[in-house]
């Protein structure tokens, strides 16, 4: 072969060997998206939970989706940093302001939950599809019946990674005063 014909077949193994690679990488890739509970209070009829969701698969994240199935006799009473729906008793938890996770970044939603009996975790933990697992792995299935939709606008204090609120200005309306001048006469002056 000529040594055109040589550098040519190397420039399309290497391209090819490039495009295997890119192709061949899962997005749950091992330390890639992952999400962790955490429980805090427990008061005997009810607990607080928090699911922290990290992004380490090397590449920004637009959008989250967490999905977890609660024990019977367990339900969500509130839910903050993100809008949820209910099917029995599987619960999926979107994003709201904090989807846009880059890479190395985390962001988290919190909830309480209100139960009877003893405490069970929940179970069967999904994040885009895949496991909460940081290392992905395969979904499992759900029950379907009907959903039902709730979102909670009210918010927890301010975070360091929360976006500032917004400024509000005002306008203020005009006032009338009036004035005394020497001569006992009234001149009314106007202020902004």
């Known amino acids: 072969m000529s040594r055109k014909r040589w550098h040519l077949v190397g420039l399309f193994t290497a391209v090819a060997a490039l495009a295997v690679g890119l192709v061949t990488v899962p997005a749950n890739a091992a330390g890639g998206v992952g999400a962790t509970l955490t429980k ?11 699911y922290t969701i990290t992004n380490n698969s090397g590449s920004s994240l637009p959008s989250w989706t967490v999905e977890f199935d609660l024990a019977a006799g367990h339900s969500i009473a509130s839910l903050w940093d993100g809008s949820y729906t209910v099917s029995g008793q599987h619960v999926t938890v979107k994003n709201t302001w904090n989807g846009n996770l880059s890479n ?25 599809g895949g496991s909460c697992d940081p290392g992905g792995g395969n979904p499992t299935t759900t029950p379907t019946t009907p959903t039902t939709t709730t979102s909670n606008p009210r918010r927890r204090p301010a975070r360091a990674t929360r976006r500032p609120p917004r400024l509000r200005t005002r306008t203020r309306a005009r006032r009338r005063t009036s004035a005394t001048s020497c001569s006992g006469a009234s001149t009314a002056a106007t202020t902004t």
């Open 104 to 128: 190395g970044g985390s962001t988290s939603f919190g909830f309480n939950v209100k139960y009877s009996g003893a405490y069970t975790a929940p179970a069967n933990c999904k994040i885009n």
């Open 40 to 50: 805090g209070s427990d008061w005997g009829s009810g607990w607080e939970g928090k």
